[in-house]
């Protein structure tokens, strides 16, 4: 055998991991104010959102990121509060975490936002790359939830997925629930071309037939892979995440223009624009000539002398957003920010990113970033909190739906 995973359960090593991970809410206050689109001189926020007062973001230091803590010691009272809560009235022997190797830090942070610890779990390799899992605790009628993402290696951690949730459902599991916050194949989802496969399809049959019982996964690709699976998906949206931060920015109401990197984008943009104090919205219009190239044609839409935010739900080479902001700037925006869910960054996407098209680049820890990816212009914020209020309320409605069984 090779390398082996055991996740730590104590106390003492989940404070110490936690105290390592980053997050979007270390020194903030909850703001209610409305916003007022035709004030000039208004701030943007997202209706109830939670508002950061940092002055900078991010701070760097010798070069490289610091991004914000959170722990026990900086946690704003108001999360601290809800988090002890849900501790004390939503703690149950009958949930079960289990992360796999693909995330454990944004693992970690879920578990310590739910008041829980992960489960004891044995992950290995055998010397030719088969994955061995075993469950150091039992699970027999519990609601399992397994984190998860696929992120690259895709393959590697796709096929470890299914494996956990065969040692679940042999451990007689009552509820699986595989928590995909990346949830990879979901852009091959229909046949452009003869004799193409459908690989979302076949990736929602095998993740079903291996025995998962419900599936949570964030901005996946495209909507209709939903349909793909013959279970319950769960499907979370992150884009609250990116408006909080987005919040905490002065930028004035009516210097905003969000845009869709694509047509094939535009519904989520024009959400997202929505949210935004309902900005104006400009679309990229750009013809693929293959697989990870793209080419821009022109603008739909007015974005000179504007900040121009373009959304996207993922970033894979940055080949459709880079073009997309050169074209931005050639026709007179201000500034280009790229807000994006998973922050896939294949090469030579870090190159395209911060060679000075964008003032910030915005992305969440569905994948984890390598500190090797980092760049001044990149900012990283945390899902965790999200994903745990989701898991606690599918529970909540599990536990309700055994009673009238």
């Given at each position: 055998m090779a390398a082996s995973l055991i996740m730590p359960t104590s106390s003492s090593s989940s404070s110490s991991m936690?105290?390592?991970?980053?997050s979007l809410f270390?020194?903030?206050?909850?703001?209610?104010?409305?916003?007022?689109?035709?004030?000039s001189g208004s701030r943007i926020y997202a209706p109830?959102?939670?508002?950061?007062?940092?002055a900078e973001p991010?701070?760097?230091?010798?070069?490289?990121?610091?991004?914000?803590?959170?722990?026990?010691?900086?946690?704003?009272?108001?999360?601290?509060?809800?988090?002890?809560?849900?501790?004390?009235?939503?703690?149950?022997?009958r949930i079960k975490l289990f992360s796999g190797t693909a995330n454990p830090a944004l693992s970690q942070e879920i578990a310590w936002y739910m008041g829980l610890e992960l489960g004891k779990i044995n992950i290995k390799r055998f010397a030719d790359g088969e994955v061995y899992v075993q469950l150091g605790e039992s699970v027999r009628g519990c609601d399992v939830f397994l984190l998860q993402p696929t992120c690259p290696p895709v393959n590697e951690n796709f096929m470890e997925l299914q494996i956990v949730i065969d040692a679940c459902r042999r451990a007689s599991a009552?509820?699986?629930?595989?928590?995909?916050?990346?949830f990879g194949y979901s852009r091959a989802d229909r046949k452009t071309q003869g004799r193409e496969s459908i690989a979302a399809k076949l990736a929602a049959n095998l993740i079903t037939v291996?025995?998962?019982?419900?599936?949570?996964?964030?901005?996946?690709?495209?909507?209709?892979?939903?349909g793909y699976f013959d279970i319950p998906v769960d499907h979370v949206y992150c884009e609250h995440v990116i408006l909080d931060y987005l919040a905490s920015k002065t930028i004035c109401s009516d210097d905003l223009?969000?845009?869709?990197?694509?047509?094939?984008?535009?519904?989520?943009?024009?959400?997202?624009?929505?949210?935004?104090?309902?900005?104006p919205l400009a679309i990229v219009d750009k013809r693929?000539?293959?697989?990870?190239?793209?080419?821009?044609?022109?603008?739909?839409?007015?974005?000179k002398g504007k900040v121009a935010v373009m959304v996207d739900d993922m970033i894979d080479t940055a080949g459709t957003i880079s073009k997309g902001a050169a074209l931005l700037h050639q026709e007179g925006a201000r500034e280009v920010y790229a807000c994006c869910t998973h922050a896939v960054f294949s090469p030579p996407a870090i190159e395209r990113l911060s060679n000075g098209l964008f003032q910030e680049v915005i992305v969440t820890n569905t994948i984890p970033v390598a500190e090797k990816n980092y760049f001044p212009q990149l900012t990283v914020l945390s899902v965790a909190n999200l994903l745990g209020e989701t898991i606690w309320r599918v529970h909540d409605d599990s536990s309700v739906s055994s009673i009238f069984q």
């Open positions: 936690a105290s390592s991970f980053s270390s020194r903030c206050s909850v703001s209610h104010k409305t916003l007022l689109p035709n004030d109830n959102s939670v508002k950061c007062d940092m991010i701070k760097y230091g010798n070069g490289k990121p610091i991004i914000p803590i959170v722990n026990e010691r900086t946690l704003p009272k108001f999360l601290e509060s809800a988090r002890l809560e849900k501790s004390v009235n939503r703690s149950s022997p009552k509820n699986i629930t595989a928590v995909i916050p990346y291996a025995g998962a019982d419900r599936v949570l996964a964030c901005d996946i690709h495209s909507g209709q892979s939903i223009v969000v845009v869709s990197p694509d047509v094939g984008g535009v519904a989520r943009a024009r959400a997202f624009a929505k949210k935004l104090s309902d900005a693929r000539q293959g697989h990870n190239v793209a080419e821009v044609m022109n603008l739909i839409g007015d974005v």
